[in-house]
């Protein structure tokens, strides 16, 4: 029976969530499965992976075939470099301690990467976040600078229409007071007359 390891999709539309699965090749990709060896999910970032490595060495050691997502997971994790080590102990090349060792410092370096890029990724937040909230700032600010131009600007327009009609009224008193010289005129010229 030809065996793959391989993902079994789990989760709802547009959220998937994988089983990492040891299953016969001819069964349907959520079908059947002989053993759960670990689970993916995507939706995170860094990606959340949890794998049984000497379980995945124990399949892999008995023919089991990875697909190509899979085997990219099982090499992220260790699993191929320790069935490569468990081979050079069985052919006499290491010895069961040392190649223990150089898996432990394998995976100590890994998970200093991974803590690496997680930082990485806190930082780059905070400052989008900082740089959304500083843009805010400004925008807030000129917002609140056109509103006061505006008000500005409708008071000198009011106070404008205002001195308008305090003018006009000075005017219409010119006016009332040409037109009141022009009678007390014409009044001097009928009284010459007459």
Same mark, same amino acid.
């Given at each position: ?132 909230? $500083?843009? +805010?700032? %400004? !925008? =807030? @600010?000129?917002?609140?600078?056109? /509103?006061?131009? #505006?008000? *500005? &600007? ?12 305090? $003018?006009? +009224?000075? %005017? !219409? =008193? @010119?006016?009332?007071?040409?037109? /009141?010289?022009? #009678?007390? *005129? &014409? ?8």
């Amino acid at each position: 029976m030809p065996v793959k390891i391989r993902l079994q999709r789990h989760g709802k539309k547009g959220k998937p969530f994988y089983w990492i699965v040891a299953a016969d090749a001819r069964a349907k990709r959520d079908g059947k499965f002989l053993d759960k060896i670990g689970i993916y999910n995507p939706n995170t970032n860094p990606a959340t992976i949890e794998l049984d490595v000497d379980g995945a060495v124990k399949w892999l050691q008995n023919g089991a075939q990875p697909t190509d997502t899979a085997r990219a997971i099982l090499s992220y994790k260790g699993a191929l470099l320790k069935k490569h080590l468990a081979v050079g102990v069985r052919k006499g090349a290491l010895t069961e301690e040392e190649a223990e060792k150089k898996f432990q410092a394998w995976l100590e370096e890994k998970e200093s990467k991974i803590n690496a890029k997680k930082e990485n990724l806190t930082k780059e937040e905070q400052a989008a976040k900082a740089k959304a909230l $500083e843009a +805010e700032k %400004e !925008a =807030n @600010a000129k917002r609140e600078a056109e /509103a006061k131009e #505006a008000e *500005e &600007a409708a008071a000198a327009a009011e106070a404008e229409a205002a001195g308008v009609t305090e $003018e006009g +009224e000075p %005017e !219409a =008193n @010119a006016e009332e007071q040409v037109d /009141a010289d022009t #009678a007390e *005129e &014409a009044k001097t010229e009928d009284k010459k007359e007459a």
